[in-house]
């Protein structure tokens, strides 16, 4: 055990801020931790926008369904996905890159740019003791959210990152037990160990709430997880990322 093991095992997601903004510095450190992630053959495919406009961020928030801490906060962050740059770098190089920046391959190595990238920022937002909360519902109207950020074909905004001084700080949710989520040489098949395992973590679920709302919740994970699997939800994406030319 170790300071970094320490602020990452104790990671939980802030809602609630104080009226205080980051520094210059704070935000700059925050950055460079982004950027210091690896990257797929130091393709580097993102690119972080910081909004500090009151009224964009009031927008955004909006768009995120009216949740009030993406406006409301020390810092936002979007971390996009980002393949413009590279129809940049091919007139520059005089290389035809077209089909290569358009494949499903180069899509994927700009999420997962993106998603190692805002994680090491996160981890060191906390570690100078700040709270973090990621944003996915700026994926509710994508087209709004590049209209607000004026981003360029070929980019996508995945998320947003709210950083601050936390104003409460929520007892932390218990995650899937270790042998669930770790299996070791192959994928573990057995349905009928995976449904125990899925039902004792129902048990914790189910218990954590009723601590935290006093009785008032009792619900379980696999049936939150229905619910959210059962909704169309954003539906919209794939013809969005056609459109905006970042995969075929």
């Not at 999420?111 to 920022?121: G, K, R």
């Not at 169309?232 to 905006?244: A, P």
Request: contains cysteine; positive net charge; proline residues 2%.
């Amino acid at each position: 055990m170790n300071e970094t093991i320490e602020t990452i095992l104790k990671h939980r997601s802030v809602r609630q801020f104080q009226e205080k903004k980051l520094t210059r510095e704070q935000i700059e450190t925050i950055i460079r931790c982004a950027q210091a992630a690896s990257t797929s053959s130091f393709v580097q495919a993102y690119t972080i926008i910081g909004v500090t406009d009151q009224s964009k961020k009031q927008q955004l928030a909006q768009v995120a369904g009216n949740q009030k801490y993406v406006a409301d906060n020390g810092h936002l962050f979007v971390f996009c996905a980002d393949l413009h740059r590279y129809d940049i770098i091919s007139k520059m190089e005089n290389v035809n890159m077209e089909e290569s920046i358009a494949s499903t391959e180069k899509f994927m190595v700009a999420l997962i740019d993106t998603a190692l990238a805002a994680q090491n920022a996160a981890i060191a937002a906390e570690s100078l003791g700040l709270g973090i909360c990621y944003i996915g519902g700026l994926r509710n109207n994508l087209e709004k959210v590049c209209e607000i950020l004026q981003t360029p074909k070929r980019v996508i905004p995945l998320f947003g990152l709210v950083v601050g001084y936390p104003e409460k700080i929520n007892e932390q949710k218990p995650r899937l037990p270790l042998n669930h989520i770790y299996h070791e040489n192959t994928y573990q098949q057995n349905e009928e160990a995976y449904i125990t395992q899925l039902n004792a973590y129902n048990k914790t679920i189910r218990d954590y709430y009723n601590k935290r709302t006093n009785g008032k919740r009792k619900d379980s994970w696999t049936g939150q997880v229905s619910a959210t699997f059962a909704m169309k939800n954003r539906m919209y994406m794939h013809d969005f990322i056609k459109e905006h030319h970042l995969n075929k």
